[in-house]
């Protein structure tokens, strides 16, 4: 134990110059001696918190501060705070801080900190904005880099647009920039931030002299990712997959960029590449990735796996991260497409109607994407008027130009008329009292008068046609549609409306038929041969006109054809192939010399054949066999019975060993 005031000033004097040189380890050993000697030293309490912070022992220190919370109070309100953000109590360092009885300049950091990790990104900015504003020290530049931050988080997050006009000086503030861009929808111009980033990022890190290649890569990991992004958006999946495996392969200490990365490329592979998506789903469940990413990137991240479930025919595993996202998200329309899609793979489309029409009752602010799911399922089972019905109810979408068209082209199906032209009442109505005159007004009513025309409702086009040419009465082919629909109500409308008609010959076109023959557009027209003039005679009244008829080219019969004789039947098939072939005979063979056994003649093996002597029993000769044949295997003498023929195809066909050459290698 620590005796006397010499003791203790010593102990002090080791606690300090472990401080300044970092070594906390010993200053705790030696603020532990102090403690001993005194518990209640309100300094040397504050020494070990802020000790046990910077070795990253925030629980520890956590702990201190709550056993002495009365004797500590207020002195310790930062540290508190800060090791609760450290150990992801959000929540309880955002009250720690509001509970200050001060706000000074570092709880105000840390306040910005906490409302960046709790996503409201609007009252950060407000934060930072008034620090930047009221203070001017070292830490002006990384405020800036946490300001961009805000901004770029609202960009992509809330749609929410602003620029701040930051200085570009590094490749955080200018990665920042491109993210905010990204937001925005400028991804040319946020991919050409990024390469600046990335240049920035090279240039900052040559500076320093301890920095090895491996840590530029995993600083422009992020930078990398990012970029690949751009360019899966941009479409260029086949660039973003290169880029997103290299950060893969750097495996970067972060594990909520190892696991957007992830994710990123199991949205590329979609249903296929399943297995690589398997492993890549695996970074995406890393510890800590919660407290790394936005509620958005998790929330994309776990519709991904049910989607990959699904993909993978695991269909319990689908149905239960598809459940416990509704329970998270009961608002949220996709958990239950994710659903309804797992019951179409198994055949269950009314069930996942059923599915999505409990859901579109439960939410009618976000059921126009159900709805459009349920129409394409009763299509799929053939109900196409129950598929209408479900449209028609989407008020959203109800009177668009492309619901329209589809409705109409529906009813159109079912033979439908009356409902396709209610559906052209219903919208032409819409926009008569929205925006009467307009082109796309306009354009409906013509639509319907021709629909009306074609399905023979001349009747029922006539008032949408006295609109059309009420608007513009120089148009001669509206005026000639309703001329025709009167024909058939009000025959003196009729002629009272041709009278406005243009006359023929306003209407006729002076044109020199010469001229346009021989103008250079009608010059590779094919013409038909024309008859000269005076050389064709009258005809007669009565004389018929005799066609040409092409004459028959008779067939080419074979040089040897005889007529009496009934030709083969089998002429058709291949020589071989006929029933009664027999396989060529082969003609006798003259005698060879060298033929034989090196050094022997023909005249020897002849004496040597004992075939050949008198003793011998005959044989019958084989037709065709050539003299000084060798005898049969055995030495029977006996000639083996012709064997047929092989065909074609060389089946059971064996080749006869040839004689080894003097000189070769190997044997037979």
Not at 292 to 297: D, H, P, S, T
Not at 306 to 330: D, F, H, I, V, W
Not at 604 to 616: F, N, V
Request: some cysteine.
């Amino acid at each position: 134990m620590a005796s006397g005031g010499a003791s203790v000033a010593s102990l002090w004097t080791e606690v300090n110059r472990c401080g300044q040189n970092g070594d906390y380890t010993r200053a705790l050993k030696a603020l532990g001696k102090i403690l001993q000697d005194n518990r209640d030293d309100v300094t040397a309490l504050h020494c070990k918190i802020v000790c046990l912070i910077q070795n990253g022992s925030f629980k520890e220190a956590l702990n201190v501060m709550n056993t002495y919370s009365k004797l500590l109070g207020s002195e310790v309100v930062f540290e508190k705070a800060y090791c609760e953000y450290r150990l992801n109590r959000v929540e309880s360092s955002l009250k720690t801080i509001e509970s200050a009885p001060e706000q000074t300049d570092k709880l105000k950091e840390l306040y910005g900190q906490v409302l960046y990790r709790l996503e409201r990104y609007e009252d950060c900015r407000s934060v930072y904005t008034d620090l930047i504003r009221n203070s001017q020290d070292e830490y002006e530049e990384e405020r800036k880099t946490n300001l961009s931050a805000a901004v770029a988080a609202m960009s992509q997050w809330e749609k929410q647009t602003e620029d701040l006009s930051l200085p570009e000086s590094t490749y955080e503030l200018c990665y920042n920039t491109a993210c905010a861009l990204i937001g925005q929808g400028q991804l040319t111009e946020a991919f050409n931030k990024l390469r600046q980033a990335e240049e920035l990022c090279r240039v900052s890190m040559a500076e320093d002299s301890d920095v090895t290649e491996e840590d530029v890569a995993s600083e422009l990991a992020v930078i990398h990712s990012q970029m690949a992004y751009v360019l899966q958006l941009q479409g260029r999946t086949d660039e973003a997959l290169q880029l997103y495996n290299q950060v893969i392969k750097l495996k970067p200490s972060d594990v909520g960029l190892l696991a957007v990365t992830a994710n990123n490329i199991i949205t590329i592979n979609k249903d296929q590449n399943v297995f690589d998506s398997k492993k890549k789903v695996k970074l995406t469940n890393a510890e800590g990735v919660e407290h790394k990413l936005a509620k958005k990137q998790l929330q994309a991240i776990e519709f991904n796996k049910a989607l990959l479930a699904m993909y993978t025919n695991q269909a319990e595993q689908c149905r239960k991260l598809s459940s416990g996202l509704q329970a998270q998200n009961p608002g949220h329309p996709r958990p239950v497409l994710i659903q309804a899609a797992q019951l179409c793979r198994e055949k269950q489309h009314g069930r996942a109607v059923e599915l999505l029409q409990q859901f579109s009752d439960r939410n009618p602010e976000s059921a126009s994407g159900i709805k459009l799911t349920m129409a394409q399922l009763y299509l799929i089972q053939g109900h196409v008027t129950k598929a209408c019905d479900v449209l028609r109810s989407i008020e959203e979408f109800k009177h668009k130009a492309g619901m329209i068209s589809a409705l109409v082209t529906m009813y159109s199906h079912e033979e439908d008329i009356d409902g396709a032209i209610d559906v052209f009442k219903q919208a032409i109505e819409h926009y008569q009292t929205e925006q009467p005159g307009s082109a796309a007004h306009l354009a409906l009513v013509r639509e319907a008068a021709n629909f009306k025309l074609k399905h023979g409702r001349k009747k029922e086009a006539i008032s949408d046609l006295e609109q059309l040419w009420k608007q513009n009465t120089k148009d001669v082919h509206t005026l000639a549609q309703l001329i025709s629909a009167y024909s058939l109500v009000d025959t003196d409308k009729a002629k009272s409306l041709s009278k406005h008609l243009p006359s023929a010959d306003t209407m006729s076109f002076k044109v020199d038929v010469d001229e346009l023959e021989n103008s250079h557009g009608a010059t590779y027209v094919r013409k038909k041969a024309g008859k000269v003039v005076g050389e064709s005679l009258p005809k007669e009244p009565g004389q018929a006109e005799l066609k040409k008829k092409k004459k028959k080219k008779k067939g080419k019969l074979p040089k040897n054809y005889d007529p009496k004789v009934t030709p083969d039947p089998e002429r058709w098939l291949p020589m071989r192939e006929r029933s009664y072939y027999r396989g060529k005979k082969k003609g006798k063979k003259k005698d060879q010399i060298g033929k034989g056994t090196q050094g022997a003649t023909a005249g020897a093996s002849a004496e040597l054949d004992a075939s050949k002597t008198a003793s011998s029993p005959p044989t019958s000769p084989r037709p065709g066999s050539a003299s000084g044949s060798s005898a049969a295997p055995g030495g029977s003498g006996v000639v083996p019975p012709r064997q047929q023929k092989p065909s074609a195809s060389g089946a059971g066909r064996k080749k006869a060993p040839q004689k080894k050459k003097k000189g070769g290698k190997g044997g037979w």
